[in-house]
């Protein structure tokens, strides 16, 4: 059985940082392709980072310069290390893993970003 467990966030302030983690069981994160998406209250889920199976990266044009896509094959683990964050990235973030036609969601864990 497949789960992704997201965990990491919490309530920050603006400007500053904070480390979402995806811990996978049931498939290897090496071979998928590995994304954050976000969703804010009201708003449609959106892709924020995603990382290859060749470790190739890309980012929305929002957070480019902010935030980090990484993995940790050994911990079977993918991180999302957010900086300089503002409140306009307040929103429930999730992690997905897929490969072809296969596709597997976590639950998500909160961020927001107040003072």
């Known amino acids: 059985q497949v789960q992704l467990v997201e965990s990491g966030g919490g309530l920050v302030q603006p400007g500053g940082s904070l480390r979402l983690s995806c811990a996978a069981t049931?498939?290897?994160?090496?071979?998928?392709?590995m994304e954050w998406y976000h969703q804010a209250p009201g708003r449609e889920r959106e892709l924020v980072a995603g990382i290859m199976s060749n470790s190739g990266t890309n980012y929305a044009d929002s957070v480019k310069g902010r935030f980090t896509i990484s993995r940790d094959n050994a911990k079977n683990t993918v991180y999302l290390q957010m900086n300089s964050l503002k409140p306009e990235d307040t929103a429930v973030y999730y992690c997905?893993?897929?490969?072809?036609?296969?596709?597997?969601w976590g639950k998500g864990t909160l961020v927001t970003v107040s003072s």
């Open positions: 049931g498939i290897m994160v090496s071979r998928y392709t």
């Open positions: 997905k893993a897929r490969r072809y036609s296969l596709e597997y």
